[in-house]
């Protein structure tokens, strides 16, 4: 048995195809079949059942890959441990970001990650909450930053920020006056949300302490641009929350039409996530006292009073 036959099984059973797998293992299909045929030789047992289409793990198929993930990945914690206590910091790092963080966070610790850590290659990806945990628990991710909590029983969680929730109310708004808003004043069927999918929405949805199903009177927004919902409001469509960084990025003119909560101010909780058995936790350290470094000072909320984590809708 070898490592490198373990990682043709493990590709195999990603993608449930002997001719895919080898293309991702830059090998030929042959190369492949030969040696996971050679494994199951070796154990006496099948892994794979070639008679499905696609194909599909025996039972004693999936508990060696299981196993075969947990030597893998043992396998690579000797390197990581001899880069950490050599304080190397570098190599390919992927890392996902929900779409409403990403283009608000993103620019604000980038240039001074990649300036610190020229030889950290990050790979990232704009994904959903349920992709990043799907990739996560694949090996596909190395960590991600994602509104928490997520009561996930592999994932490690690590507070970065609390970031409140901003109204933006336009002028000739009912709410329009008002210096500061109140959980109460607020309606979820008058206010602008994102696509359902988004952790966001869910986070507006829970504030308002509303069911999931929602009644639209003229319309219903499919979108999953925060810039959209800001769009429409101006047209006097509705009022909507945004993220408090979101705010940052506003025109001077639309700065105009924001409302601040009363205290205890409702917010998100975004975090740094990754699998409790991540090996390359130098570069996630590397990443959180960046980022957290960065948005502590653009956050203006430090020693004001939130409302956080928001509790689930049922």
Do not use: W
């Not at 963080?101 to 990050?122: D, E, I, N, S």
């Not at 696509?195 to 979108?223: K, P, T, W």
């Not at 990025?249 to 975004?270: C, G, I, M």
């Not at 740094?272 to 960046?290: P, R, S, T």
């Amino acid at each position: 048995m070898t490592i490198t036959q373990l990682h043709y099984v493990l590709a195999v059973a990603e993608h449930a195809n002997f001719t895919n797998a080898a293309e991702k293992c830059f090998v030929t299909q042959p190369t492949l079949s030969m040696q996971v045929q050679k494994l199951e030789e070796e154990l006496d047992v099948q892994i794979f059942d070639r008679s499905k289409k696609p194909i599909k793990l025996t039972e004693v198929g999936e508990k060696i890959v299981k196993q075969a993930k947990i030597i893998i990945n043992e396998t690579n914690r000797v390197k990581d441990i001899v880069e950490h206590q050599k304080g190397f910091i570098g190599g390919t790092f992927s890392i996902g970001v929900i779409p409403t963080v990403m283009p608000t966070l993103l620019p604000m610790f980038l240039k001074a990650f990649t300036k610190k850590y020229p030889k950290v290659k990050l790979k990232i990806e704009e994904l959903s909450t349920k992709d990043i945990i799907k990739k996560i628990n694949s090996g596909h991710l190395d960590a991600a930053i994602a509104a928490t909590p997520l009561e996930t029983d592999f994932i490690k969680e690590r507070v970065i920020y609390y970031e409140p929730f901003v109204g933006y109310v336009p002028n000739g708004h009912a709410l329009y006056d008002k210096q500061k808003l109140e959980i109460s004043d607020l309606d979820i069927n008058e206010i602008l949300l994102l696509e359902d999918g988004h952790c966001f929405r869910d986070g507006v949805i829970n504030i308002c302490n509303a069911n999931r199903s929602i009644n639209f009177d003229n319309f219903q927004l499919q979108s999953g641009s925060i810039e959209m919902l800001v769009k429409l409001a101006n047209e006097g469509l509705g009022m909507t929350l945004l993220p408090y960084l979101h705010t940052l990025d506003l025109k001077a003119s639309e700065q105009d039409n924001l409302t601040f909560f009363e205290e205890p101010h409702p917010s998100r909780e975004v975090s740094l996530i990754y699998n409790k058995n991540e090996l390359k936790l130098h570069i996630i350290d590397a990443l959180y006292n960046i980022i957290s470094g960065v948005v502590r000072g653009a956050i203006a909320f430090q020693n004001v009073k939130i409302i956080s984590p928001l509790s689930k809708v049922n």
